[in-house]
T-cell receptor, first 112, second 118 residues
């Protein structure tokens, strides 16, 4: 079946630097994408989302970019902080239902 | 407003035992779903429901049953536990209604149930 995947399983970032987490998806019918953050022992927490009719959306310290031409999604975290250390997942929703498909996740470690 | 509540948080079962993982939401969400998460992997969809009385299979449904008698509750039943079902289980819900061009579907996850089958 079609799925969402992340390019790198781990990312180490210096505190204060910007982080970029990438995700590739294969379902061209997907119309909605979400980035989740999961801390150890907790459930996924919503970070930011974007619809397929947009190519960029900004939140507090986070920006999501969507490139439908190459089916690529990215999450940018500005001024990365120790509290940003977590596993980050991208998820996509197909056009005709509410099921979410998840990538394998990227573990972000922030170095002090 | 509690969101999505899962019980128990931890459970150890012996092979062949059955049990029910509970999930309840108080947001009047139409859509509810169960995922399992295994080490180094993303979340995989087990079963989902688009409303009371309606359920369907996800990506990995074998060995699990669900029912949706009310909007609020969506229990997951393990019929005969196997070591391969050792995992962390998450329940999620969404309002299932479009909220405009920039609105989100409000997917909310519970805190998970860590299940070990020995």
């Amino acid at each position: 079946g079609e799925s969402v995947g992340l390019h790198l399983p781990t990312l180490s970032v210096q505190e204060g630097d910007n982080s970029i987490i990438n995700c590739a998806y294969s379902n061209s019918a997907s119309d909605y994408f979400i980035w989740y953050k999961q801390e150890s022992g907790k459930g996924p927490q919503f970070i930011i989302d974007i619809r397929s009719n947009m190519d960029k959306r900004q939140g507090q310290r986070v920006t999501v970019l969507l490139n439908k031409t190459v089916k690529h999604l990215s999450l940018q975290i500005a001024a990365t902080q120790p509290g940003d250390s977590a596993v980050y997942f991208c998820a996509e929703k197909g056009g005709n239902d509410y099921k979410l498909s998840f990538g394998a996740g990227t573990t972000v470690t922030v170095r002090a | 407003n509690a969101g999505v509540t899962q019980t128990p948080k931890f459970q150890v079962l012996k092979t062949g035992q059955s049990m029910t993982l509970q999930c309840a939401q108080d947001m009047n969400h139409e859509y509810m779903s169960w995922y399992r998460q295994d080490p180094g992997m993303g979340l995989r969809l087990i079963h989902y429901s688009v409303g009371a009385g309606i359920t369907d299979q996800g990506e990995v449904p074998n060995g699990y049953n669900v029912s949706r008698s009310t909007t609020e509750d969506f229990p997951l039943r393990l019929l005969s536990a196997a070591p391969s079902q050792t995992s962390v289980y998450f329940c999620a819900s969404t309002r299932g209604v479009r909220t405009g061009l920039t609105g989100n579907y409000g997917y909310t996850f519970g805190s998970g149930t860590r299940l070990t089958v020995v």
